[in-house]
């Protein structure tokens, strides 16, 4: 994810406390990567993706 991306951090950290989810938005991208490893590329993710993605996290984090 390039430097100059504006980011916002999930407002969910997990039963173990800080993971955290980075996001930013670009028109054709949404790209996400966890805080506490932010060395590790982001995956980039079309809009379209972005509600299936969500959904699979969610599910996960239950």
């Not at 930013?24 to 509600?51: D, E, I, K, Q």
């Amino acid at each position: 994810m390039s430097a100059d991306l504006h980011r916002f951090t999930s407002g969910y950290s997990g039963s173990q406390g800080g993971d955290r989810a980075e996001v930013a938005t670009c028109p054709r991208t949404v790209h996400v990567r966890a805080s506490r490893a932010p060395a590790v590329p982001a995956r980039s993710l079309s809009p379209g993706a972005w509600p299936s993605f969500l959904g699979h996290a969610a599910g996960s984090a239950a």
